[in-house]
């Protein structure tokens, strides 16, 4: 039944009802629907919101539309020629159990709020799927997109581009949240990381540091490859050579090493990027129990924001990300992709914002 009081769309109310029908067994391939007229006597709402809803379907093939004679229940799809299916109203949002947020990054804990609430809002429920090795390494073990459990993916984070692609062969629609893969025709949502990178170093610069390193996690992850290329761009600007010696990118378990190398007279920096506030936050700790002081004797910068950042002695300076608007428009982007609405693929990068607080001094 329709319920006025909801905060879903009433055309997506009786989408769904129509849907259900056909699920039931009620409304047959070929069957006739109702006019527009009459549906609003069913359902109890204007004819502009029954035409919404019927417009939706027709534009998902799951209805058809015959000039003169009505709008019928469609058998196969034109385009795959495969039955069609249902919208379950669902979507998955598909992490690494490496980045998952109760492992190691709150991070997305931020990006998942935005995913949530936008998906409420706009009448879809959400699957929260973890990925390891036994689904990445064969994606016949994916039950969400086999069983035909959501209407589409958001892919959070660095995952293989071979996984990516065998999933977006099965014809799901997908978005990828922070992370990108060129020429692959996906719509993607990400940070502006080489340049807000750029712009804290820049920061660190203007304060008078020369010696600024770069520490934290592989580069192999495009998020923070992108962030190394920030950091040698504007060492490259502000006539600064780079060194080697002043870049380590270990694991981010290994920071008394990083911390151990760094005491070495070619490797010590008067400030150091790191890759992510949590490394930042670690490597802080680590120098603080070898008796450094932040930032009497080194200037210690993050990136991300993350709330731990400024709750830390002494808190973080950092760049700010919008993490749930991340989630937000990615929401977006699928549903419009999963109700045929939108044609083009793009890539979205969010502006970044650097904050300054008292982790970093000026030589």
């Known amino acids: 039944m329709i319920d006025k009081t909801s905060h879903i769309p009433l055309y997506q109310q009786v989408r769904k009802a129509i849907e259900d029908r056909v699920k039931s067994g009620k409304l047959k391939p070929g069957d006739i629907i109702e006019s527009e007229k009459a549906l609003c006597k069913i359902y109890n709402v204007s004819q502009i919101t029954i035409r919404k809803a019927i417009s939706d379907l027709v534009n998902m093939g799951v209805l058809y539309r015959v000039p ?26 598909v992490i690494r159990r490496e980045h998952h947020p109760a492992f190691s990054n709150p991070f997305y804990s931020f990006v998942f709020r ?25 994606t016949a073990n994916f039950k969400l997109v086999n069983e035909n459990k959501v209407d589409g993916l958001l892919l959070v984070g660095e995952m293989p581009h071979a996984f990516i692609s065998d999933i977006k062969d099965k014809g799901i629609p997908l978005v990828l949240i922070d992370h990108y893969i060129n020429d692959l025709g996906l719509d993607a949502v990400v940070t502006e990381n080489e340049k807000g990178a750029y712009q804290i170093v820049k920061y660190l610069i203007d304060l008078g540091h020369r010696k600024i390193g770069f520490w ?44 151990d190398k ?68 990615a929401v977006k982007k699928l549903i419009n992709n999963i ?25």
Do not use: W
Request: aromatic share 6%; proline share 3%; glycine share 6%.
């Open 68 to 93: 003169g004679k009505g709008t019928f229940l469609s058998s196969l799809s034109e385009k795959s020629r495969v039955p069609f299916l249902l919208k379950t109203n669902n979507i998955g949002f």
């Open 262 to 329: 760094m005491f070495e007279p070619d490797n010590m920096p008067t400030a150091v990027l790191a890759c992510n506030d949590l490394v930042a936050i670690k490597v802080m700790s680590a120098l603080q129990d070898k008796g450094l002081k932040i930032p009497d004797d080194i200037s210690i910068a993050g990136f991300d924001d993350i709330e731990l950042g400024s709750q830390i002695r002494p808190p973080l300076t950092t760049v700010r990300v919008q993490r749930e608007q991340m989630g937000v428009l």
């Open 339 to 363: 109700e045929r609405k939108n044609n083009k693929c793009e890539k979205t990068v969010l502006t970044t914002e650097l904050v300054v607080r008292q982790s970093c001094k000026a030589v």
């Open 114 to 138: 935005g995913v949530e609430s936008e998906a409420r809002a706009r009448g879809y429920n959400l699957f929260y799927q973890l990925l390891d090795h036994n689904i990445i390494d064969d």
């Open 216 to 259: 934290g996690a592989s580069l192999d992850h495009g998020t923070f490859m992108e962030r190394f290329k920030g950091y040698k761009r504007a060492l490259s600007d502000y006539g600064i050579k780079f060194s080697e010696n002043l870049v380590e990118t270990v694991l981010l378990i290994e920071n008394d090493i990083i911390v």
